[in-house]
């Protein structure tokens, strides 16, 4: 199983539409958590980091669900340059950060 | 700027030769990162500095590979040898602590 494991894209969402992302983590003494996006040719920026309660940042929310490894980033009406594409990055104990695959976001005009 | 910065942005090199990549990070943070990145693919961490002290350095970084960050302050990737599948963007990012990363630019590496 690999360390972060994303939804495989491209996802192709037509303007207005929620889209929600999917990461699972292997390593369950994994500490912090984050979303980044990053554009075509461009270094990632973060998004959001996640807390264990769960966040919302305008139309980004994002979940953590320790007992199911599992994260999650909802993105509500989505705009054209919400394009892009989105990672998830899981901190482990040791310091090491584990970048998932990432997921390619396309939003149809 | 107060950003992380890289250079060169571009190094084209012929296979064999040896490059060394520069990061400054954002001054008041204590930990770098480097990651290597190819096309369709996430950020794959290479190793990581507190301070000075490499803390943490991924089974990717082969021999060949070296990275120093001698006062805690910048830091340089050396790669020795080039081979064609060194071809990659190479990311540094900077932290406080264990907080959010901030990316620099880039520099984008093609062995010929």
């Known amino acids: 199983r690999k360390e972060v494991e994303q939804d495989p894209g491209p996802f192709n969402v037509p303007e207005g539409a929620t889209v929600a992302f999917n990461c699972t983590y292997s390593?369950?003494?994994?500490?912090?958590f984050f979303w980044y996006r990053q554009d075509c040719r461009k270094e990632p920026k973060l998004l959001m980091s996640v807390y264990s309660s769960g966040n919302e940042d305008g139309r980004f929310t994002a979940q953590l669900n320790r007992a199911s490894q599992y994260i999650s980033l909802l993105i509500r009406d989505s705009k054209l340059s919400d394009s892009a594409t989105y990672l998830c990055?899981?901190?482990?104990?040791?310091?090491?950060?584990?970048f998932g695959k990432g997921t390619r976001l396309h939003i149809l005009p | 700027d107060t950003g992380v910065s890289q250079d060169p942005r571009h190094k084209i090199t012929k296979r064999g030769q040896n490059v060394t990549f520069r990061c400054d990070p954002i001054s008041e943070h204590n930990r770098l990162y480097w990651y290597r990145q190819t096309l369709g693919q996430g950020p794959e961490f290479l190793t990581y500095?507190?301070?000075?002290?490499?803390?943490?350095k991924s089974r990717l970084l082969s021999d060949r590979f070296s990275a120093e960050r001698p006062k805690g302050s910048f830091s340089t990737l050396e790669i020795q040898r080039t081979e064609q599948g060194d071809s990659a963007m190479y990311l540094c990012a900077s932290s406080a602590d264990r907080y959010e990363q901030y990316f620099g630019p880039g520099t984008r590496l093609t062995v010929t």
């Open positions: 500095f507190q301070n000075e002290a490499q803390l943490e």
């Open positions: 990055v899981v901190n482990v104990l040791s310091g090491k950060i584990i």
């Open positions: 390593n369950s003494a994994s500490q912090s």
